[in-house]
Nanobody
Framework: QVQLVESGGGLVQVGGSLRLSCVASGRTFSSSAMGWFRQAPGKERESVGAINWSGDRVYYADSVKGRFTISRDNAKNTVYLQMNSLKPGDTAVYYC?????????????????WGQGTQVTVSS
């Protein structure tokens, strides 16, 4: 079993940056594929990025490609989402998710464990 806690959200102006962190505990972090999702008010939850077990394969949604970077530090049991050039459309609750598998996954149903989310608000 994996427990996930997100942090790093907040209020930022258009064009600014934030770095989200997700710390895992309970099981071996390095055995889990990880993903970042977001859900804006009135919208469905969508994949932002994903990273595989070993950290050498990544996925980004088209809407964030070139602006966001997902990474992981297995020694710290942490996955990061570096968010640059933020836009109002990035405003959402951001969630991290984990699954004990080897691939890269982009659908919420692919994941077993979820954090509680952290709010990101981009003002214009």
């Amino acid at each position: 079993q994996v427990q996930l806690v997100e942090s790093g959200g907040g209020l930022v102006q258009v064009g600014g940056s934030l770095r989200l962190s997700c710390v895992a505990s309970g099981r071996t972090f390095s055995s889990s594929a990880m993903g970042w999702f977001r859900q804006a008010p009135g919208k469905e939850r969508e994949s932002v990025g994903a990273i595989n077990w070993s950290g050498d394969r990544v996925y980004y949604a088209d809407s964030v490609k070139g602006r966001f970077t997902i990474s992981r530090d297995n020694a710290k049991n942490t996955v990061y989402l570096q968010m640059n050039s933020l836009k109002p459309g990035d405003t959402a609750v951001y969630y991290c998710a984990a699954v004990s598998s080897r691939g890269v996954y982009t659908r919420p149903d692919d994941y077993t464990y979820w954090g509680q989310g952290t709010q990101v608000t981009v003002s214009s």
